[in-house]
Each structure stands twice: as C-alpha cells, then as structure tokens.
T-cell receptor, first 114, second 115 residues
Framework: GESVGLHLPTLSVQEGDNSIINCAYS??????FIWYKQESGKGPQFIID?????DKRQGQRVTVLLNKTVKHLSLQIAATQPGDSAVYFC?????????????FGGGTRLMVKP | EAQVTQNPRYLITVTGKKLTVTCSQN?????MSWYRQDPGLGLRQIYY???????DKGDVPEGYKVSRKEKRNFPLILESPSPNQTSLYFC??????????????FGSGTRLTVV
C-alpha cells in the first residue's frame, strides 16, 4: 500500500483498549474541525466533525473533544479494533463568503496490537 | 455509489513530459480540490475550485495547472513535471459554498513518480 508518512507520531494500543489521538491547531478563528482516517492505499475518510461553538461530539465509538482555550482537539476511540489501525488527521476549517477552506495537520499513526 | 474517481492510480514518467491526472465526482459537488501528500508534510493543497470556471491557488500551486470546464471534472495538469513533484496526489470534493462542507470526499489517490 501507499506510505502516507514515514516519520509520523505513532500511538500503539492493545485491542479493546481506548485510544486518544491528539491534535494542536493554530487558528483561533477556525469555524469547524474534522477528523479523517486514512488506511494504507486509500484516501482520507471522514470520521467526525465538530463546530467551533461545541466542546464535545459523539459518534459511533468515537468522541471528539475541543478545548479552544489551549487550541487542542482530541479523538477518542472506544474499544479499539484492528480495523482502526490507520493514520488519523485532524483538519481545521473556515467558512467565508466565497466558500470553505480546510487545512490538515500532519497526522498520527494508530497501531492496534491484537 | 457516491465517489471521487482519480486516474491513473500509479504513474511513472520522465522529467518534462506533460501529464494529466483526471478527477471526476458524481455527487454534483460545487467544490473540488487537489492535494499532495508527502512524508512529514501531511496534506497540502495545490489548487481548488469553487465552481465551474472558478479556480484558485492553494498552498503549493507552482508547477501545476487545473481547469474546471464542467462541474464533475477537475483535472490536474503538470506541463513539465520535475522530480520534486513525485508525490501522492488526492482529489477531493464537497458541497457548495457559504455553508460548512464538513464532508470532504476523497479519491483513492494517484502515486506519481517523476524520474
């Protein structure tokens, strides 16, 4: 498959444990944030989003937390499974008159040990 | 099936030989964008398009061209490829302008090698 990052931060967790992936962002004017998952050989896949006026949002087995005070975003994955092994990117977005812009972070590799 | 289709998946070419990577989406999305992905640098935007005949530069546009003659297609053109354009390229699309487009849909990627 495609190598999406040879020198990415790596998080290694045991199958069944919870995973927490962190992301620091720079722009306090961001309107929303998105987490993407990228498996080997595939394009990034949307996981969950959160608007900047929210602190927490939950999906199926995933929770995103937003701390605007310290410009920090986290993705929590409950009961991590082997299929969760991938590179995870956070992205911050802006809405403006002409459209929307999205800037991606560098990514974190999640490795799930059986 | 709603999708973004890129072609080719893999391409090896020589320096200076013009090439085009095609991108097509079947979701009637207004917004389309090209990214390149390099180790340690994440996803960087090359060009984007808000709608037909409306394109603009992203963060790393040098050496690339795009066109948006119709809504579904957004080809990426390398007029004179160089080895530093060796990368993994992704096309993405999303719904219209002026509203949050939380759902970027990405293609499967094009691995380009310029020798």
């Amino acid at each position: 498959g495609e190598s999406v990052g040879l020198h990415l931060p790596t998080l290694s967790v045991q199958e069944g444990d919870n995973s927490i992936i962190n992301c620091a962002y720079s722009n306090s004017a961001s309107d929303y944030f998105i987490w993407y998952k990228q498996e080997s050989g595939k394009g990034p896949q949307f996981i969950i989003d959160i608007r900047s006026n929210m602190d927490k949002r939950q999906g199926q087995r995933v929770t995103v937390l937003l701390n605007k005070t310290v410009k920090h975003l986290s993705l929590q994955i409950a009961a991590t499974q082997p299929g969760d092994s991938a590179v995870y990117f956070c992205a911050e977005g802006w809405v403006y008159n002409a459209g929307n812009m999205l800037t991606f972070g560098g990514g974190t590799r999640l490795m799930v040990k059986p | 099936e709603a999708q973004v289709t890129q072609n080719p998946r893999y391409l090896i070419t020589v320096t200076g030989k013009k090439l085009t990577v095609t991108c097509s989406q079947n979701m009637n999305h207004e917004y389309m964008s090209w990214y390149r992905q390099d180790p340690g640098l994440g996803l960087r935007q090359i060009y984007y398009s808000m709608n037909v005949e409306v394109t603009d530069k992203g963060d790393v546009p040098e050496g690339y061209k795009v066109s948006r003659k119709e809504k579904r297609n957004f080809p990426l053109i390398l007029e004179s490829p160089s080895p530093n354009q060796t990368s993994l390229y992704f096309c993405a699309s999303s719904r219209g302008t002026g509203t949050p487009n939380y759902g970027y849909t990405f293609g499967s990627g094009t691995r380009l090698t310029v020798v």
